[in-house]
């Protein structure tokens, strides 16, 4: 259903009017909220995934264009169009891809059922940036790894930035937080039978390419926070402490270069 905007204030455009992540994620009271995906390949890997549209903002040009197969998909949902600029002034930034789409959150699974057939999984301490977390989704999506667990302390898969980033593989790999905190959830990765891996830089620690890993049936990969990294006692509580070889003097690589590196090396099986 086409709507065209003649007014900018109108209270149903309120998911894509530039509110905060948190009022998205906490739409409906004690139930699941909303989440905005952008661009129509991600919007269409959300629909793939089974995840529910509410309601479209795209720019008049694409209606009947590039968008028309995603608007059909969605089915009888307001989709509201404006000329691009009236859309960036709405939404607060450049729309580059023309297209978003506000879409209900589901229930996250427990991390058992996550890492049910699970061989490779990834795990996310306190990692806070946005961009990083989805580029970390990409990485362990494209290379090989079969879930990613976070801690609470991560920011949301979920949020705008991560999706964008992530390029919709936020949909197309298995994820939720973990039920303990650091360094609990590691003895709970070890009662369904992982090896865990603590990326960190220590004297003990072994080179990615370590042969021991690709022998593993079952392997947790655990990334700390951007400044801080894995806290001593997740470390202290992991199987194996490893990180990657550098040259030129470099102490380590962002957690997003050092995520696709790891997950590279032991993904392989």
């Known amino acids: 259903m086409l709507i065209e905007i003649t007014d900018l204030n109108r209270t149903e455009l309120w998911p894509f009017s530039g509110i905060s992540e948190t009022r998205l994620y906490r739409a409906f009271e004690r139930q699941p909220g909303i989440f905005v995906a952008e661009s129509p390949k991600v919007i269409g890997r959300a629909l793939d995934a089974g995840y529910q549209p509410l309601s479209m903002l795209v720019d008049r ?44 959150r589901r229930e996250l699974p427990g991390e058992e059922a996550v890492c049910l057939g699970a061989a490779r999984v990834a795990v996310l301490e306190n990692v806070m940036n946005p961009a990083n977390v989805g580029a970390i989704f990409r990485s362990a999506a494209a290379l090989g790894f079969d879930a990613v667990l976070l801690t609470h302390g991560c920011s949301d898969p979920l949020y705008r930035r991560c999706i964008r980033v992530s390029m919709g593989t936020v949909f197309q ?53 951007e400044g801080e990294g894995l806290s001593d006692e997740t470390i202290s509580a992991c199987d194996y402490t490893a990180r990657i070889p550098m040259a030129h003097g470099v102490d380590s690589l962002n957690v997003a270069a050092a995520s696709a590196v790891a997950f590279w090396q032991m993904g392989r099986r």
């Open 173 to 225: 790999i298995p994820w939720t937080y973990l039920k303990d905190s650091a360094p609990d959830y590691v003895d709970g990765l070890k009662r369904m039978g992982y090896v865990s891996v603590a990326m960190a830089l220590r004297e003990d620690s072994v080179g990615v390419d370590d042969p021991r890993f690709l022998k593993k049936e079952k392997l947790a990969v655990i990334l700390g926070s």
């Open 61 to 104: 040009r694409l209606a009947e264009r590039t968008a028309k197969g995603l608007i059909c998909r969605c089915g009888d949902i307001p989709v509201y169009t404006a000329p691009y600029e009236q859309l960036s002034h709405l939404v607060g930034f450049h729309l580059t891809q023309g297209v978003l789409c506000a879409m209900r």
